[in-house]
């Protein structure tokens, strides 16, 4: 019942920033947590960041300090900011979403996107 859009991808220098945003349609948007996770060539799916309705937030290790996950209620959006990336940043990322936080930060949240493609070129 929930869609969500991730958009902002894109080919980016090592050390440079990108914003990802994830668009969600629903009234129910305000209640979800929601999480970002990605899958680079030749490896499985990790969790990235989540933010909870409220706007708490947990971030994996080898993004924190890095990466920061927002979001925006009004706009029914989730954001990425990514700064400092290096060529390991490379991935599909993918916005989830569900009405348990556990089960969003597990990868196992019921709404998905389509992903969108960040290239880092070193």
């Known amino acids: 019942q929930v869609q969500l859009v991730e958009s902002g991808g894109g080919l980016v220098q090592a050390g440079g920033s990108l914003r990802l945003s994830c668009a969600a349609s629903?009234?129910?948007?305000?209640?979800?947590?929601m999480a970002w996770f990605r899958q680079a060539p030749g490896k499985e799916r990790e969790f990235v960041a989540a933010?909870?309705?409220?706007?708490?937030?947990s971030y994996a290790d080898a993004v924190k300090g890095r990466f920061t996950i927002s979001r925006d209620n009004t706009k029914n959006t989730v954001y990425l900011q990514m700064n400092s990336l290096n060529a390991e940043d490379t991935a599909v990322y993918y916005c989830?979403?569900?009405?348990?936080?556990?089960?969003?930060?597990?990868?196992?949240?019921?709404?998905w996107g389509q992903g969108t493609q960040v290239t880092v070129s070193v």
């Open positions: 989830g979403g569900d009405l348990s936080y556990s089960s969003v930060v597990a990868g196992k949240g019921n709404y």
């Open positions: 629903g009234r129910t948007f305000s209640r979800l947590h």
């Open positions: 933010i909870s309705w409220a706007g708490g937030t």
